[in-house]
């Protein structure tokens, strides 16, 4: 991140597709809930067959696409919502110092170095030269700085050292929000068909783990549930909370939000359904990657009164075995 592309930034373009996605998110929520509570009843009711069974069916697998619109819609718009507020205090910094330096008469180079004219007197001595100061986060180097500057006979170098670590750290704060948020932006993508699998909604709940993760300086910027809250402090509290700040604690807190008495039913509803399909995505791929047994597993068969013995091969070996009378297990002769 360099000095012209944070000055030029402009957060609110962010903003403002937050707010588009979360309204894709809202629009996706309303059909989904057409889908499930009017059309497919009224269906049932009017009709009968299998023809409207089998468009129930479908009608519902429709729906569960709006829901997965829904959530990752929620979640990119936080996502930009929460980039634009950890980018801004770097902004505004680099903005302050910008305007300090140009108060001055300063010029602040592409590097982030500020140069300064000469100014004041060194009786005795050579008159004091213009010069350059360039910005450091070290704090052992800022101290000799400051050292230097009271001997410095130009006044204009130590302001002008103020600024360039200004603007340093301003830089430093963008380009760790920005390096925070870019790969957590480029994961939120479906994949590109109709079928919302286990695996898509395994990889909603990485996504959300991940822009929660990221996130925790906006949530803990967000006003906070009460501690122990009662129903009616819950409900004060959501109450309380604007669409966007609402939005974000569904998205990236939905077992908070469902768990807390007081909150609307709707709004319970819907973050538990965020978390029972994205725990049951992930639990439900876990099962589907457990490597299934070979066809010609060994089959245990009780000789004796006592469990068969047998003696082990390497992996599977593709050939069932019998149990001999002692119970001891041996491979079946060929014909």
Known sequence: MDIEALKTLKLH?????ATSYRSA???ASQAKDALEQRIT????KALKGEAVDAAVVQLREVAKDFHYMQVECGLVGT???????DMRPAQEKLKRALSEAAEHTFTVGADGSVAYPAAGENPGGSPPQPGSASGTL??????IQRQAGNFDPNPNYAIAQGIANRITEALKEATDADQKWAPQLR??????DLVVSAGDWADAGKD???VRRAGRDYLDSLPQPPKDGSPKANAEWWKGLDPEQQAAWTALQPNTVGGLDGLPATARDEANRIVLDEKRGQYQTELNGIPKPPANEWTWITAARSPPRYTPTSGWSGTRSTATSTGTWSRPSRA
């Open 208 to 210: 959300t783990e991940g």
């Open 187 to 192: 994961k939120l993508k479906a994949d590109d």
């Open 79 to 85: 996502a930009l919502n929460a980039f634009a507020a």
């Open 13 to 17: 373009e962010f903003e403002e597709a």
């Open 25 to 27: 998110s809202d629009m």
């Open 41 to 44: 009843a009224q269906m049932r």
């Open 138 to 143: 070290s704090e052992q180097v800022r101290a």
